[in-house]
């Protein structure tokens, strides 16, 4: 059983960045932080020490790394960073630890012209044996849960994608293998939308 949960920022380097923060849960409670103006690394006792001894950062790409995860682990991650006094756009991850599993899903918005073709990266390098991968859609006016619906899948393990067939998406979507990354070609408004990314980690 993997006991491992390691949170990727999708960035290679963060030495433009004067902060970079790790939240979670809805009170947004700060669980890890790299100061970059006084070359400090912190990592934050709180929430019943739930996260005591469990983080680690990546000083050079500000990925997250908790150990010895467990079911108190489940629930919102936040991703913040600081350039030049400006926060950028922060990135969330949602968190699910099961018995078995657990379950990473990040949500993105894409906007984009019509005609055009864009792709939704994953922030993986490379999928291991044991991962799936799928994404989920829904309309711009819905961001419910219970209103997504898969779209595209791949699972590593059994070798086997599977691409929605509904007309709008048909011949459009691209999933690549490595990543799990999707294109999505020659895009129309009715593409428009949320689009999630779930990555899970079975049993090993």
């Known amino acids: 059983w993997r ?7 999708g960035v290679t380097e963060i030495q433009k960045a004067d902060l970079i923060t790790w939240t979670f849960g809805p009170e947004n409670t700060r669980i890890a932080q790299i100061n970059r103006l006084i070359n400090k690394i912190s990592y934050y006792d709180v929430l019943d020490g739930r996260f005591r001894d469990r983080l680690q950062l990546d000083h050079q790409t500000g990925s997250l790394t908790i150990t010895n ?18 926060q950028v756009t922060p990135k969330k991850f949602s968190v699910t630890v099961s018995g078995d599993f657990i379950v990473k899903d ?3 918005l894409m906007k984009t012209m019509r005609g055009q073709s864009v792709t939704l990266h994953t922030d993986l390098t490379e999928i ?3 991962e799936l991968i ?14 997504f619906s898969v779209i ?4 590593k393990t059994n070798n086997e994608e599977n691409l929605c067939n509904e007309e709008r998406f048909r011949d459009r979507l691209h999933l690549d293998h490595n990543t799990g990354s ?16 779930t990555h899970m980690e079975t049993k090993i």
């Open 3 to 9: 006991e491992i949960l390691l949170l990727q920022t």
């Open 69 to 86: 995860i467990t079911t108190e682990h489940t629930g919102l991650y936040g991703f913040l960073q600081i350039i030049g006094g400006k």
């Open 106 to 108: 990040e949500i993105k």
């Open 128 to 130: 291991e044996e044991n």
């Open 134 to 147: 799928w994404w989920k859609f829904a309309d711009s006016s819905v961001n419910k849960e219970a209103e």
């Open 152 to 155: 595209a899948k791949w699972d």
């Open 182 to 197: 999707l294109t999505i070609t020659n895009i129309t408004n009715e593409l428009c939308g949320h689009y999630k990314h």
